[in-house]
């Protein structure tokens, strides 16, 4: 990525893919969410492939907080999703547990 130049429209690329992973994520489409964050990680270290860039840019530190921070933000959402199918998935298993109580109860009968 070259400091002096203004930012890359790739990188415009990037910040829209991490959109569309939070609003897989929000609809709790996985397996979408995945394919779009390696499809992300990909241009990213794309952006990199032609060396370290100088010390002290700050152009280049700005960009990467901005994706740091979506990141953060997409992580909040993902541990939103993790304890929504967690409560889920224990009100289902006790669901489970009360089936199975009731066919061994109406079995004994």
């Known amino acids: 990525m ?4 203004t930012p890359p429209p790739e990188l415009d690329h990037i910040r829209a893919l ?9 609809n709790a489409d996985l397996e979408a969410a995945g394919e779009l964050a390696a499809e992300r990680h990909r241009r990213v270290v794309a952006l990199f492939d032609d060396g370290p860039e100088p010390a002290g840019d700050e152009q280049v530190a700005e960009q990467l907080r901005e994706l740091l921070d979506a990141d953060k933000e997409l992580l909040s959402v993902l541990a939103a999703l993790r304890d929504q199918l967690a409560s889920e998935l224990g009100e289902a298993r006790a669901g489970a547990r009360g089936v199975r109580a009731y066919m061994d109860t109406a079995e004994e009968a």
């Not at 070259?2 to 130049?5: I, K, M």
Request: overall charge neutral.
């Open 18 to 26: 991490g959109r569309e992973m939070r609003e897989c994520v929000q």
């Open 2 to 5: 070259n400091a002096s130049a």
